[in-house]
């Protein structure tokens, strides 16, 4: 089917003119494609990372080595998608590279903002594994990631405890292949989710 703009829009759930690059918690979800359970499996509570579910979780804690002003909160790799909570922290230790400047410009992406960090995060890890599994060019990832900007601590401590309890709670997942049709967006379920 072509692509018709009147009917294949997405609508992005981001806040408009917010400037991602800011100090701040980010509480990120990012999916694979079709929802594929690739990192491993959940027995009696606990993941169990695959060798790609490895390589996923070595390039998500890489992201604050690579990255000085970004702290790698509470994450959990979950078969087919992760939970990552990233802080941005507002230092005046930043390289040239964090430099740049924080609002994206002719749609060219922002330096150390969570869209390029998620962008570059799915990039790295997908050549990584499709190198593994000899499938040079196959998408490993959903288009999009959900993020939420994490607004005060309690909200901050309720995220957390749901990361660190989501392998627990995989038979009651959303993202769960046997649940995914009681739901119909994921943007939806973390709306009720953390609303206050």
């Known amino acids: 089917m072509r692509y018709h703009p009147d ?27 079709n929802r594929e359970c690739l990192f491993g499996s959940i027995v009696n509570g606990e993941m169990l990372l695959s060798a790609w579910g490895v ?33 941005i922290v507002d230092t005046d230790c930043r390289g040239t590279l964090q430099r740049a400047p924080t ?8 330096s150390n903002s969570i869209p390029t960090i998620v962008r570059l995060f799915k990039s790295t890890a997908t050549k990584q594994i499709n ?13 999009n990631y959900y993020e939420r900007i994490i607004r005060n601590e309690r909200e901050l401590e309720r995220i957390r405890k749901y990361v660190i309890n989501d392998p627990l709670k995989w038979s009651l997942d959303i993202e769960d292949p046997e649940r995914q049709k009681d739901y119909q967006n994921t943007a939806e379920y973390f709306k009720r989710m953390f609303e206050e």
């Not at 609002?103 to 922002?110: A, D, I, L, S």
């Not at 000899?134 to 959903?142: A, C, F, I, S, V």
């Open 7 to 33: 009917i294949h829009h997405r609508r992005s759930i981001r806040l408009k003119d917010y400037d991602y690059s800011q100090a701040g918690a980010y509480f990120i979800t990012i999916c694979t494609k």
């Open 55 to 87: 390589i996923v979780k070595n390039e998500w804690l890489r992201t604050s080595i690579i990255r000085p002003n970004i702290v790698v909160d509470e994450f959990v790799l979950m078969p087919n998608h992760l939970h990552g909570i990233l802080v």
């Open 131 to 143: 190198e593994l599994r000899k499938t040079p060019g196959e998408p490993l990832w959903q288009r």
């Open 103 to 110: 609002v994206e410009r002719f749609g060219k992406p922002t």
